[in-house]
């Protein structure tokens, strides 16, 4: 059994798009614009029908071939937290989730069943399917990613959901903005030992917080926690998560109110077929700052200075919509594109590559399309693009993409293929909890 009245839970949080701050928001100086987006991974939390001669937890992927994992676990001596034991097949899910409720619940946790539904554009889907949750028809390692933060998404709903099934609302609840912030401390340390590195963690913050200006914690917040299992380990956990450590402070700031994108425009993803590999490059693009920091220190304030601009644009035509404001929005998309394409050419990193601005910009000379930008880390994968909330806006970009060929050549250094709209948008909107009657949800 899982909680007292074993209740199922359902959660989900957003993917997201860092629309400006790529590279720049790994240093604490400066900050990402990130929007939350509408696709999201639920994740829906049962008690285990099956009996099992120790506590174990399943959790199943429906949507992907042989997406099926369990896990047991135990308690090691020493404050070393709980240990997970892989039972199945390899997966990422770490013991930082059951380590923190552990310390609340000190009674053995009961089994339980996490099952995870994906909304579609977070793969490439040949075809059209029809429907929410679509089966992939693959297992998962060999779905293709839109880029749209699966992991992160995941990583905070699956906490989310655990925390609130196993745990009484009065010791968490999302809806008080204390839980929020211990659930992002959570997840980000979950998220990281995933990923086996302390990257920025604005994917975290969006999905925890939704579309925010993001400025990063500091890497030391993390780096003392250690591994499960090893002595003091539950103790490290726990501070960092309530944030009691007298050594360091969590100094994330995540300011939700200034990334807004205002009434009348929509921020769409297009997911484009590449032919080339941008592996390492932000180590490159790192290596470059520090090695040539003269050249670096400038462009970065640079780009600060025009990405808060935007920030500032875009909240300004929320509160007074008007032609000329959407021109100057134009300008500074503009003003980003050339800062950033000036960063690619000094480090030697194809952030936004000539086939990507040939895109982008036949894009914004589209009826209705304001400007578009490279998401991220850049590179050939994608694109996000601010269009006016006009159905003629986008059936007339879609029309124009389903057309798009790149002229391209190898001696740009990559090439693009086909490029499709993906059926997402912003939305504010963070981690949430769900219904657990949600037909699609329920269906298990
Ligand atoms: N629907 C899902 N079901 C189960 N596991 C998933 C699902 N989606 C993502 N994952 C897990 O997240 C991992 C993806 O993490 P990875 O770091 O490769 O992508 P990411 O950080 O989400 O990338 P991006 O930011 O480019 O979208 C998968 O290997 C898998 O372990
Ligand atoms: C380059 C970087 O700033 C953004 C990477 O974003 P994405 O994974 O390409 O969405 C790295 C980071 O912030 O962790």
Redesign the pocket.
Known sequence: MGSDNDIPVACSAPGKVLFTGGYLVLDRQYTGLVFGLDAR?YVYVQALSESTSTPTLVVR?P??QD?EWRYGYRKVEDNGGIQATQLKTA??MRCYVLEYLKLHWPTTLGSSLFT?W?DKD?YSTPGMPKGRFVDFKVP??EAH?T??????A?VTAFTAATLAYYLPPDIFSLASGNGRTKLHNLAQAAHCSA?GKVGSGF?VAAAAYGSCVYRRFSPKVLEEIGEPGEPGFSTRLRAVTDDTSPHQKWDTSIDEAAAIVPKGLLLVMCDVDCGSETVGMVKKVLNWRKERPEEATPLWSDLQRANENLGQQLRSIASTPTSSGIQSLRTIILTIRSLIRQMSVKAGVPVEPPVVTALIDACSDLPGVVGGMVPGAGGYDAVALLVEDKEEALSGLQEFLARYRSEGNENDGGRIGKVRLLGVKQEHEGVRMEDVGHNALADI
């Open positions: 991974i992927s949507q992907f997406a997966a990422f995870i994906a977070y998962l390692h990613k880029g749209l933060g699966s992991s992160a995941l990923q994917d």
